[in-house]
């Protein structure tokens, strides 16, 4: 998974997502590697409903299959896009920044033992209305927790 080269672990668990994802690039443009864990502890701020009115809304644009736009369901993935699209991506810093950036559902078993960094920044005691988990809100777009082939509720 990761090699042994250093990196900075960011615990996702309880910090509101875009003021994490903004402080992440700018982190990742200045060179560091960064592993986010628990990203389906994520929170992103507002009505759940509106939340999820939107995101549904972003998934019936495209065109035809197979040649995009790709909408992301797994919380790991919305995670590392919301990042992207904080980067310069189109310009090649911005490549090699994205390029340092892993982020894991959970944490895997080879990172368990290291030492996590909490972001006071993004911490979601900055909030005073609501909100709902990452996890949650994919649930709800059609994200399987469970796998991708998982056997129906019967």
């Known amino acids: 998974m990761m090699e042994e080269k250093e990196f900075t672990m960011i615990d996702a668990d309880g ?6 994802a903004s402080l992440v690039a700018k982190r990742l443009l200045n060179g560091e590697s960064i592993v986010i864990v628990n990203a389906e502890n994520a929170i992103i701020s507002g009505h759940r409903g509106n939340i999820v009115r ?10 035809a299959p197979h040649h995009g736009p790709i909408h992301w369901r797994r919380p ?5 896009n919301t990042v ?7 310009k090649s810093k911005g ?7 892993k982020v894991y559902i959970g944490t895997p ?6 030492e996590k960094e909490i972001l ?10 609501r909100f709902v988990t990452l996890g949650e809100v994919a ?15 019967d």
């Open 109 to 114: 078993k080879e990172l368990e033992g290291r």
């Open 76 to 80: 790991d993935r919305l995670v590392r």
């Open 120 to 129: 006071k920044d993004a911490n979601v005691d900055r909030l005073r209305g």
């Open 139 to 153: 649930k709800t777009i059609g994200w399987n927790p469970e796998g991708r082939h998982a056997p129906s509720p």
């Open 54 to 63: 939107e995101q549904k809304k972003t998934l019936e644009l495209g065109g």
């Open 15 to 20: 910090l509101i997502l875009g003021r994490m």
């Open 95 to 101: 490549k090699q920044a994205y390029r340092r950036l």
């Open 84 to 90: 992207k699209g904080m980067l310069p991506f189109e």
